[in-house]
């Protein structure tokens, strides 16, 4: 009696030329999505293949084809909304031209990212888009240049580096959401950030690694520069890189000799952080003090007052990524550029009018 428990054998190219009637070469160019072939023969084949639940071994394919048909992808904070919508936009257009994408996360530490990079080009993937946790340090990432495997920067711009960046516009979309506040009447503001930094305030601006939280800052700055405001840089406040962390940003900020009325947080996570802080201090948004957050979370439409956001439009950012990469590892000719996805002001009810 045959061994019902007994491991199925997989399915060949020759299994499924042989059932379809073909040669085993034609059925290999079929599957393997190279060659020229009639579609009255493609057809034979792929319900050939189907019936047989034929599933390809990529690894050979990989090494005939010199494809692996994925794309790497690392993020800085798989549990941040902003990245989570960009894999989506990444994914579905990676699906849309038949590549398959792996997910690394990097927590924003630099050790973690040079391994995930490390491990995907071991996987012999496509191409690679990466969010590089600190713009100045970079030397495996040129190693992923050198090696000719195709590379795009999500989120953050590194000009050195001569390859495609897809970013929001940080410094107009900072400069917006300032104005706004410094334009209610607000002359103390704030800027928080989950950045690591000792001591958790800004000693200088130009040493901030990561390029959009630099510009958000340089643009947050600009406006209080323009508006004549003393010491613009006093606010501007980093380390809420957890609860108990935020908690003690916004506890000390509050704590000074002339605190802020109005905070901007620089993501949904940083904002979410600072919601709690100022809801367990017991302050009313905006009436003890207004905020404005980077990202249009769920959780920003659903507070009381609803939460005033700067509208990434990350899904788009994502799908651009993932079209970029796609262009390069098709060889299409491109000048390296950045290509800055535009942000959207969104007023809702979390900045007051103060002042005459």
């Not at 790497?72 to 989570?84: L, P, Y």
Request: hydrophobic share 45%.
């Amino acid at each position: 009696m045959e061994d019902s428990a007994a491991p199925k054998r997989s399915v060949t190219v020759a299994d499924v030329a042989k059932a379809a009637k073909v040669s085993k070469a034609t059925a290999a160019r079929v599957l393997g999505g190279y060659g020229v072939v009639s579609d009255k023969i493609r057809d034979q084949v792929v319900a050939a293949a189907a019936a047989l639940e034929y599933r390809p071994n990529e690894l050979a394919r990989s090494m005939s084809t010199g494809r692996s048909g994925i794309i790497g992808v690392v993020v800085g904070d798989i549990q941040n909304a902003f990245f989570s919508l960009a894999v989506r936009g990444i994914s579905d257009m990676a699906r849309l031209a038949g590549f398959t994408v792996i997910i690394a996360n990097s927590g924003e530490q630099l050790d973690a990212e040079i391994s995930a990079v490390d491990l995907l080009i071991g996987k012999r993937v496509d191409g690679l888009i990466v969010t590089p946790a600190h713009c100045d340090r970079i030397d495996h990432l040129r190693q992923v240049r050198r090696a000719g495997v195709p590379l795009v920067l999500f989120d953050r711009n590194i000009p050195e580096l001569e390859v495609d960046a897809v970013t929001g516009d940080d410094r107009e979309a900072a400069i917006a959401a300032t104005r706004c506040m410094v334009e209610q009447g607000h002359r103390r503001l704030a800027y928080v950030s989950a950045m690591e930094a000792e001591g958790g305030k800004l000693a200088d601006i130009g040493r901030i690694s990561n390029s959009a939280v630099r510009e958000r800052v340089e643009g947050f700055v600009q406006v209080l520069t323009e508006a004549g405001l003393p010491n613009p840089v006093h606010y501007v406040r980093l380390g809420a890189t957890d609860q108990p962390q935020t908690d003690d940003v916004v506890k000390r900020l509050l704590s000074d000799s002339a605190p802020p009325t109005a905070l901007l947080a620089s993501d949904s996570l940083v904002g979410l952080r600072v919601f709690k802080s100022l809801q367990s201090l017991g302050l009313s948004i905006p009436k003890d003090i207004s905020m404005i957050s980077f990202l249009d979370a769920d959780w920003t439409s659903v507070t009381v007052p609803p939460i005033t956001i700067v509208d990434q439009r990350v899904y788009e950012m994502g799908k651009l990524a993932g079209e970029r990469l796609i262009a390069r590892i098709e060889q299409i000719p491109l000048t390296a550029e950045r290509l800055q996805i535009n942000t959207t002001l969104v007023m809702r009810g979390s900045v007051a009018r103060v002042g005459p």
